[in-house]
């Protein structure tokens, strides 16, 4: 058998790139589990070149739980790192690697349980989930949450293992990503007067995100179990013009909002889209040759699970870990609740190294993952 080190050094051997094709991976884990006798499911998506993989073990008809987790990392410049980023170096306790801690280290948790968890008589299932394209907004878990029932009764429980430091996360933030195109009229800087400047609608624009994020900061609503406890607005990418002599005819930004729970992500992002709207019809009654339009990046819920759901004490006994009421970042979680699933976020290592040059995670740290899964078959054990 593979031990779990073995395990995440094969993994982050495979460049699983976000956007890119992850048949390697998944073929990689289909026959890990075809040899310790776990049948999995390949479910494509709509790509034509990514897929998810489903594997149950125990029995899939009555309800148990899921172990989700994501195949894709960020893509890793050469900049920063110290060694080859697809190539995990050992160095002391530390494991170095892109996606080590984000998240093939719980992957590799999950796959180093799987001779024991075949060995067990499970009452209930465990069942693999392992979804593609989740760092460019969840993208592949959507399909395969939409396939749950026919693979499996309805779940009681989903453990989504990012890298909480094992301290099972109740909360996260909704998040939406939007991309904004601003299109004027290009003209001779000389005679501005005979063009119109999209960098400089853009930039009505931009404004109307900071102006509408510090409102938010000063009128809430608020939750105190966020930091900052508010829902946030940014802008993060901003491309337009060509030269300082020609006015630009188009201008594009990205924004981003982030929503405590109770709070509809989009709906961050309407202010602004109402607010385009009428600059444009304004310009356009003046004869100016403007327009806005916009396309969402990444769309995903918050999560909010209840103090006193049993999932919430199940972790927290498996995980030998007090509860975190909430964090910032966002998972996969909130859409295998908003499917029904009650989820929490709990897996080992820190997300502060992840999308990082010369991210790791440590021994000790898989040591624990494969530790909570253990305490979990014997949770689900007859």
Same mark, same amino acid.
């Given at each position: 058998? $593979?031990?779990?080190?073995?395990?995440?050094?094969?993994?982050?051997?495979?460049?699983?790139?976000?956007?890119?094709?992850?048949?390697?991976?998944?073929?990689?884990?289909?026959?890990?589990?075809?040899?310790?006798?776990?049948?999995?499911?390949? @479910?494509?998506?709509?790509?034509?070149?990514? &897929?998810?993989?489903?594997?149950?073990?125990?029995?899939?008809?009555?309800?148990?739980?899921?172990?989700?987790?994501?195949?894709?990392?960020?893509?890793?410049?050469?900049?920063?790192?110290? *060694?080859?980023?697809?190539?995990?170096?050992?160095?002391?306790?530390?494991?170095?690697?892109?996606?080590?801690?984000?998240?093939?280290?719980?992957?590799? !948790?999950?796959?180093?349980?799987?001779?024991?968890?075949?060995?067990?008589?499970?009452?209930?299932?465990?069942?693999?989930?392992?979804?593609?394209?989740?760092?460019?907004?969840?993208?592949?878990?959507?399909?395969?949450?939409?396939?749950?029932?026919?693979?499996?009764?309805?779940?009681?429980?989903?453990?989504?293992?990012?890298?909480?430091?094992?301290?099972?996360? @109740?909360?996260? $933030?909704? $998040?939406?990503?939007? +991309?904004? +195109?601003? +299109?004027?009229?290009?003209?001779?800087?000389?005679?501005?007067?005979?063009?119109?400047?999209?960098?400089?609608?853009?930039?009505?624009?931009?404004?109307?995100?900071?102006?509408?994020?510090?409102?938010?900061?000063?009128? *809430?609503?608020? %939750?105190?179990? #966020?930091?900052?406890?508010?829902?946030?607005?940014?802008?993060?990418?901003?491309? *337009? *013009?060509?030269?300082?002599?020609?006015?630009?005819?188009?201008?594009?930004?990205?924004?981003?909002?982030?929503?405590?729970?109770?709070?509809?992500?989009?709906?961050?992002?309407?202010?602004?889209?109402? #607010?385009?709207?009428?600059?444009?019809?304004?310009?356009?009654?003046?004869?100016?040759?403007?327009?806005?339009?916009?396309?969402?990046?990444?769309?995903?819920?918050?999560?909010?699970? &209840?103090?006193?759901?049993?999932?919430?004490?199940?972790?927290?006994?498996?995980?030998?870990? $007090?509860?975190?009421?909430?964090?910032?970042?966002?998972?996969?979680?909130?859409?295998?609740?908003? &499917?029904?699933?009650?989820?929490?976020? !709990?897996?080992?290592? %820190?997300?502060?190294?992840?999308?990082?040059?010369?991210?790791?995670?440590?021994?000790?740290?898989?040591?624990?993952?494969?530790?909570?899964?253990?305490?979990?078959?014997?949770?689900?054990?007859?």
């Amino acid at each position: 058998m $593979k031990s779990v080190e073995e395990l995440l050094a094969d993994l982050v051997g495979i460049p699983s790139v976000c956007r890119t094709p992850n048949g390697a991976i998944i073929d990689y884990v289909r026959s890990y589990l075809a040899e310790h006798g776990v049948p999995a499911v390949v @479910l494509p998506g709509p790509e034509g070149d990514r &897929a998810n993989l489903f594997a149950t073990i125990g029995p899939a008809d009555v309800p148990g739980i899921v172990l989700s987790a994501h195949l894709d990392v960020v893509p890793a410049a050469p900049e920063g790192w110290t *060694g080859d980023p697809f190539a995990l170096r050992r160095d002391g306790d530390r494991l170095f690697g892109r996606g080590a801690v984000d998240m093939k280290g719980f992957v590799a !948790c999950i796959l180093a349980s799987v001779p024991a968890l075949v060995a067990a008589r499970l009452a209930r299932p465990v069942h693999i989930a392992l979804s593609y394209d989740e760092e460019v907004g969840c993208v592949g878990v959507r399909h395969l949450i939409e396939r749950l029932p026919q693979l499996c009764a309805p779940p009681s429980g989903c453990i989504v293992g990012e890298p909480t430091g094992l301290r099972p996360v @109740l909360r996260h $933030k909704g $998040k939406v990503a939007q +991309r904004v +195109r601003v +299109r004027g009229r290009a003209g001779h800087s000389s005679r501005p007067d005979l063009a119109d400047n999209a960098i400089h609608l853009a930039a009505e624009l931009m404004l109307k995100v900071r102006d509408e994020a510090r409102r938010i900061e000063a009128e *809430g609503p608020f %939750d105190d179990r #966020f930091a900052p406890p508010v829902s946030t607005l940014q802008v993060g990418v901003v491309s *337009g *013009g060509t030269g300082v002599n020609i006015v630009p005819a188009e201008c594009v930004f990205d924004l981003e909002a982030r929503a405590i729970p109770g709070t509809d992500p989009a709906g961050l992002w309407r202010p602004i889209a109402r #607010f385009a709207e009428d600059r444009v019809a304004a310009l356009q009654a003046e004869g100016r040759s403007v327009a806005v339009d916009s396309e969402t990046l990444s769309l995903y819920p918050a999560l909010d699970l &209840a103090d006193d759901q049993p999932l919430a004490a199940l972790a927290e006994a498996i995980a030998q870990q $007090k509860r975190q009421a909430a964090v910032s970042f966002g998972t996969e979680a909130g859409l295998y609740q908003q &499917a029904g699933v009650p989820t929490i976020v !709990c897996g080992p290592g %820190d997300i502060d190294r992840a999308h990082k040059p010369d991210e790791f995670i440590t021994r000790a740290e898989l040591a624990s993952g494969v530790a909570m899964l253990g305490r979990l078959l014997s949770h689900l054990s007859l």
